[in-house]
Every structure is written in C-alpha cells, then in structure tokens.
Antibody, heavy 124, light 110 residues
C-alpha cells in the first residue's frame, strides 16, 4: 500500500527545538517530491516548502524561509520538518503530502497523497 | 491573507448545485494549472480536481472545475450531506516560486 505515515503529536514549550517526520512506503520515495503544509487551528492550508529526496533539492515559501528546515533521508524513505526555536504561533497541524507525478519537474503539481497529520502544540 | 481569494462560506440544499469561486493573478492562476481539495472535518485534504478540470479516479462527475483568466470555479451538483466540508483551491505561483492556496470555503448543505 502506498502511504505517508507521520510521527505523533508533540507538546513543546516556546524556544524548544523539534523535528517531525514523514515516512513514505509502497513507492519509490526518492523520485517523488514531499511537501509540508501547515494548518493552524480553525484556519486554512499554507504551503510551507517541498523537497526532492533524490538530491535534496528544496524550495521554501517566502513566508517560511528561515523559519523551518526541510530535509530528507532517502535511505530510510523519510522526510523531516524541523524548528530551531518554537513559538506559540507554530501551534498547528502539519501535513506532509506527495504530488501525483514523479520526477524533478513535479514540484508544482497537486498532491494526491497526504499523511495523517502531526499536531504540534507550543505552550508555556 | 491568502494569495488566492475564496468566499468564506457557501450553502445550498440537498440535490441542488453550488459553485465556489477562486481568484488570483497572472503569476498564479493566470499561468498555471489549478487544483481543488476537499477537507472533511478532522481529516487530511483530498484531491478533487487537478489541471483546472480533471478528476482523479474515484471522484464522481458531480464535481467539476473550470477556469477563465485569473479565476477558477468549482461546481458541485446533486449536493449530498456528505459534501459538507472545506474546499480549497491551489496552484503554483511563479513569482513566489512556491505553492499557494486559497483561504478555503466552508460548504454547508442545508
């Protein structure tokens, strides 16, 4: 079965670091981009950035550049989203998602597969 | 403030038709393919429409997409209570070099 499975919910304090994961299975992980999408409580979807595990080519939304780091380890079919110092405003559901096509030019394509989401709560 | 503009909410009765609009600019909708997602409460989004008007396998033909200039429209006919969800348009923005979404539209089936 083709799927993306994300790590579990996190509760953190402001200033702490965090790395959440998204593991792909059932397909050639290295040849499909993986994106991260934020959804703050009661709000809409926000495109954060995308990585091509094959060569770690990464694109960030200007809104998230410098705020988070996206990485991937193709040897274990896992993508990551990390923060160096969390803020309360980072409280949100974070989804990883995969475009419907494979290859280096598919970064702009829509996502036909989504992870189940990882809830991150940041509070003192 | 989202790059793409959608109405916050729409509503219609079961069996009726509803349309959801999404407007942007030449850097996004005007020169790129648009897609639509459905997000049922408490679940991850699901792709409904891609390349402006194509449906992935398994999506009923009650759902349709159209594009004109820098605006797109999602149409849903034969409304069912199970269609109650949030709907998002999305595309690539060539100026931002990033994906963008609309703010989402909550569909209520009265």
């Amino acid at each position: 079965e083709v799927q993306l499975v994300q790590s579990g919910a996190e509760v953190k304090k402001p200033g702490e670091s965090l790395k959440i994961s998204c593991k792909g299975s059932g397909y050639s992980f290295a040849t499909y981009w993986i994106a991260w999408v934020r959804q703050m409580p009661g709000k809409g979807l926000e495109w954060m950035g995308i990585i091509y595990p094959g060569d770690s080519d990464t694109r960030y939304s200007p809104s998230f550049q410098g705020q988070v780091t996206i990485s991937a380890d193709k040897s274990i079919s896992t993508a990551y989203l990390q923060w160096g110092g969390l803020k309360a405003s980072d409280t949100a559901m974070y989804y990883c998602a995969r475009p419907y096509c494979s290859g280096g030019t598919c970064y702009s394509k829509p996502f036909d597969m989504w992870g189940q989401g990882t809830m991150v709560a940041v509070s003192s | 403030q989202s790059v793409l503009t959608q109405p916050p909410s729409v509503s219609a009765a079961p069996g009726q038709k509803v349309t959801i609009s999404c407007s942007g600019s030449s850097s996004n909708i005007g020169n790129n393919y648009v897609f639509w997602y459905q997000q049922l409460p408490g679940t991850a989004p699901k792709l409904l429409i891609y390349d402006n008007n194509k449906r992935p396998s398994g999506i009923p033909d009650r759902f349709s997409g159209s594009k004109s200039g820098t605006s797109v429209t999602l149409g849903i006919t034969g409304l069912q209570t199970g269609d109650e969800a949030d709907y998002y348009c999305g595309t690539w923005d060539s100026s931002l070099s990033a994906g963008v979404f609309g703010g989402g539209t909550k569909l209520t089936v009265l």
